[in-house]
Antibody, heavy 118, light 108 residues
Framework: EVQLVESGGGLVQPGGSLRLSCAAS????????MNWVRQAPGKGLEWVSY????????YYADSVKGRFTISRDNAKNSLNLQMNSLRAEDTAVYYC???????????WGQGTLVTVSS | SYELTQPPSVSVSPGQTARITCSGD??????AYWYQQKPGQAPVLVIY???ERPSGIPERFSGSSSGTTVTLTISGVQADDEADYYC???????????FGGGTKLTVL
């Protein structure tokens, strides 16, 4: 069974940092590209970042470029998101999501809540 | 970047057909994807590549495309279909993804 489990969320002050992780199991993690998608409270979905299976290709949404860094460790079946210079508008539930060959995001974690507030 | 426009809400009675639209200039060039999200849960992919249905998704879910609009159709709506629905596509260079604003489907 495919499972994605996010961790690392919490309360952080504006300007602070946080590192999210996503533990993958039930599939060959190293064969799949992955994404981070976030959802602010009561709002819609927003794509955040993409990383290819080998980490050779990485993309970011303009809203996080220069502040967030996506990475993965295929040996540990782990996806990460280092978030620096956090702002109030980064407050959201952060989901990791697998990219299927058809281009859709076919499996999602349960999400981890990041709250940026003083 | 580009935008995808969805109606904020759609309401139907049980057994009726719900149609949720998603409009955007990039749609004729890129495949669209649809996700269902119930309160407190992660999104679930219900349609990929405009009209394909993942395994495990009921046949009453279908997708279509015409020009700059894609449509998610739910036939014989059930109470369990009440959820938020989001369209999504990648940009033409495949370097970013965009979600529509979401449509809340209410089953009366």
């Amino acid at each position: 069974e495919v499972q994605l489990v996010e961790s690392g969320g919490g309360l952080v002050q504006p300007g602070g940092s946080l590192r999210l992780s996503c533990a993958a199991s039930g599939f060959t993690f190293s064969s799949y590209s992955m994404n981070w998608v976030r959802q602010a409270p009561g709002k819609g979905l927003e794509w955040v970042s993409y990383i290819s299976s080998s980490s050779s290709t990485i993309y970011y949404a303009d809203s996080v470029k220069g502040r967030f860094t996506i990475s993965r460790d295929n040996a540990k079946n782990s996806l990460n998101l280092q978030m620096n210079s956090l702002r109030a508008e980064d407050t959201a539930v952060y989901y990791c999501a697998r990219v299927q060959e058809n281009g859709g995001f076919d499996y999602w974690g349960q999400g981890t809540l990041v709250t940026v507030s003083s | 970047s580009y935008e995808l426009t969805q109606p904020p809400s759609v309401s139907v009675s049980p057994g009726q057909t719900a149609r949720i639209t998603c409009s955007g200039d990039a749609l004729p060039k890129q495949y669209a994807y649809w996700y269902q999200q119930k309160p407190g849960q992660a999104p679930v992919l219900v349609i990929y590549k405009d009209s394909e249905r993942p395994s495990g998704i009921p046949e009453r879910f279908s997708g279509s495309s015409s020009g700059t609009t894609v449509t998610l159709t739910i036939s014989g709506v059930q109470a369990d279909d009440e959820a938020d629905y989001y369209c999504q596509l990648a940009d033409s260079s495949g370097t970013s993804w965009v979600f529509g604003g979401g449509t809340k489907l209410t089953v009366l």
